[in-house]
């Protein structure tokens, strides 16, 4: 299951790719502009810091389907390796997929709130949806069900389209998307970083070292 970064924060997405077996970087337009760095530039600076190899997601603009095909083709000349482009799953997002796809650019289908928006999506060619799991539940909905029935449609339609789970307030929505079958998840750097907030741990690796050095003095394992 692939574990993404959803942030342009160069030093959140430099100390995150250190540490953790990170897959790519997932951006949309709030998070770029949140930088208040110029998009090109600042979409460079994440690829050297991830590796040109790691798949980074970037989202178009534009209404029509037209401009938003020159917008990813724009976006794909611009930028080095492995990019895929998001679009919002709108009547024109779908036909600008359709076309997409038939030239070979990677899309990921972006804003899915219901399991037949990702039907629509996988239809289209996308190589990816990405539903919007904690927004859906702030509509009172189900985030992890929906992920769960898009799952469902995918294996049994035979789609070649991963579904890469998105939107996310807490762990225990990323741990129930992963028991869905989500083929991905994208979180926050917060969120990642959550994953690992377990008190015990520090307790249990602080009881190892006390009792090592209460035998062995200061002499370390190598000694
Ligand atoms: C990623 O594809 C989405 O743009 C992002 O996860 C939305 O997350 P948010 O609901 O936390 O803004």
């Known amino acids: 299951m692939k574990l993404f970064i959803d942030s342009a924060d160069i030093n959140k997405i430099k100390m995150l790719t250190e540490y953790y077996s990170i897959d790519g970087v997932t951006t949309n337009p709030s998070i770029i502009v949140k930088e208040g760095k110029p998009f090109l530039p600042l979409l460079k600076e994440i690829q050297s810091s991830l590796g040109v190899e790691k798949e980074l997601f970037v989202q178009t603009i534009a209404d029509k389907a037209e401009n938003i095909v ?61 539903p ?29 389209c991963e579904v890469l789970a998105a939107s996310f307030k807490n762990t225990q929505q990323v741990l129930e998307v992963c028991l869905a079958g989500a083929h991905g998840v994208t979180a926050s750097p917060d969120i990642i970083e959550a994953f690992l907030k377990v008190p015990s741990i520090k307790e249990n690796v602080e009881t190892f070292s006390r009792e090592w050095y209460e035998l062995y003095g200061n002499k370390s394992l190598l000694d």
């Open 132 to 160: 919007y799991v904690n927004r859906i539940d702030n509509l009172t909905g189900n985030g992890i069900q929906v992920v769960k029935d898009i799952v469902e449609i995918f294996v049994k339609s035979n789609f070649n």
């Open 70 to 130: 020159e917008e990813a083709e724009y976006i794909q000349k611009s930028l080095q390796g492995n990019i895929v482009i998001k679009i919002p799953v709108t009547s024109e997002g779908l036909k600008a997929i359709k076309l997409l796809s038939g030239i070979g650019i990677r899309t990921l289908a972006t804003t899915v709130y219901t399991p037949l928006n990702a039907y629509l999506a996988a239809k289209a060619g996308a190589n990816y949806v990405a």
